[in-house]
């Protein structure tokens, strides 16, 4: 063996130790954060959580109030993410549809404090209250942009040929794209809306000053709106360990929920996409 | 006997949206009823640009340039309008109804056997039950897939083979009762079992159907097509009967090309 060789050998194993470390290293975050989480809160856990609410000391009315307003968010920002999707990939062409494009990915990362501001001045401050509607809402506005770039993605998998296929047998535009674009899209669409569900389920900002939360059983979303990550963000500053605690067990099923929807979402492009 | 004319393609120039210059220049073209015409040429000569302006499909896409004419005959009146000359969407709907397309690679749609074979016939208003089992059945028979499909019919067109999903599509098409049907490299992304089926349907088709195709297997073109055009760069080199243009071609360029000179 040459020095060459023996000198690209060296550098080979370098550059390879140094990637191992880095990736082992963002690895050991992540099982940090979920075994602390695991640890404190799986002692805290106990299944009166989910039959009591807050004011009880339990966690139910959280656990359903963060779902319903994560759900609002989905059936309000799902149909709109969804035809700006379509406008973007198949009607939209040049100059305009790129500005949109480009406007919504800019949405995705702006700051989601930002958005519960906005959504306070724009809705909360004006209604004269904190309430649930407005927190779906702060979440929607999270949600469309995220929504939009998967339709836009997801219906540029599909084979122009299978639109040229549609229209040559005397389908108008529209039909086609409802009956087969859509259709041939399908699981990669609803991957990508379990997958923006996920998201912003675990979202606390937008919530901040839009929902608040409420320590009380409520469905009514006119009101102030039980939320599990606000209410996480109050119990973490509570001065007490048995507020701690049932922070610690709330941050832990709020991870479990997100991580098993996302996991879900997985094996579904795993096994159909 | 008098060859009957379906189509008649007369000056025709194609521009692509943005190119800077057309595609396809001066085409004047035959094409005879009941007949096989084939169109042959190296990539890029046009002929699937000019297979796709007869049915307009190039209008999916924004800004492409006609002139000329591609008269086309009307059964009913017996007489030929200009297509180029189609403006409304319903008749725009209308005219792909008369002219199928197949594709290069199947185009099966994500849903039943037999909703795709209903597909065009719900489009063109057809509801009732009946009448939809018994024409989605003829099609299916007409392309030489009932008895490998009968039985199945509910179940999605995704898990068939590549030459059943061929036939399929082009059951697809025949459903509609076409006048004449486009047929873009059928053959090409399918094996030689498949393509010999394809090519015995294809035949058996012009009965009714008069068929047009694109075509890079020249063998293909010989054994299957009573007509052939040879293009080139945008031009019609040589049209003639197939086994003029295969054993007596009158262009040089012509006989480069099917002797495997250039191509």
Known sequence: MNSTERRRLLTNKIILGLSTISALLGLVFLFWILITLFLKGVSALDFSLFTKDLVD?????????????????TIIGVPLGMLAGIY??????????????????????????????????????????????????????MLIPIVVSTTDNMLSLVPKELREAGIALGGSKHKVILQIILKAAKVGLMTGILLAFARV???TAPLLFTSGTNSFWSTNLGNAFPSLTVSIYDLANFPTDKARNLAWAASFLLTVIVLVINLIGRFIIRDKG | MAKELIMDIKDFSFKYAGAPKPS??????????????????????????????????????????????????????????????????????????????????????????????????????????????????????????????????????????????????????????????????????????????????????????SIVIVTHNMQQASRLSDYTAFMYIGELIEYNKTDKIFLNPKEKLTEDYITGRFG
């Not at chain 2, 042959?40 to 307009?56: A, E, F, H, M, Q």
């Not at chain 2, 209903?118 to 007409?142: F, I, Q």
């Open chain 1, 201 to 203: 389920i675990g979202e």
């Open chain 2, 24 to 209: 396809l220049e001066n085409i004047n073209m035959p094409v005879y009823k009941n007949k096989i015409t084939a169109m042959i040429g190296p990539s890029g000569c046009g002929k699937s640009t000019l297979l796709r302006s007869i049915n307009r499909i190039h209008d999916l896409y924004p800004n492409n340039e006609y002139t000329g004419k591609i008269n086309l005959l009307n059964i009913q009146s017996d007489e030929f309008e200009n297509i180029l000359d189609i403006k409304k969407e319903n008749d725009f709907i209308r005219l792909r109804q008369r002219v199928g397309m197949i594709f290069q690679k199947p185009t099966p749609f994500p849903m039943s056997i037999y909703d795709n074979v209903a597909y065009g016939l719900r489009l063109d208003g057809v509801k009732d039950k009946k009448v939809l089992d018994e024409k989605v059945e003829t099609a299916l028979r007409g392309a030489a897939i009932w008895d490998e499909c009968k039985d199945r019919l509910k179940e999605s067109a995704m898990g068939m083979s590549g030459g059943q999903q061929q036939r399929l599509c082009i059951a697809r098409a025949v459903a509609l009762k076409p006048e004449v049907i486009l047929f873009d490299e059928p053959t090409s992304a399918l094996d030689p079992i498949s393509t010999k089926a394809i090519e015995e349907l294809i035949s058996e088709l012009k009965k009714d159907i």
């Open chain 1, 88 to 141: 973007l990939r198949e009607y939209g062409n040049g100059k305009y549809a790129n500005i949109i494009r480009d406007l919504s990915d800019i949405m995705m990362s702006a700051p989601s404090i930002v958005i519960g501001a906005f959504v306070f001045a724009v809705f909360v401050a004006p209604s004269g209250g904190i309430n649930g509607w407005a927190g779906s809402i702060a979440l929607a506005i």
């Open chain 1, 57 to 73: 000391g339990g966690l139910r009315n959280l656990i359903f109030g963060q779902f319903v307003m994560a759900l609002m968010a």
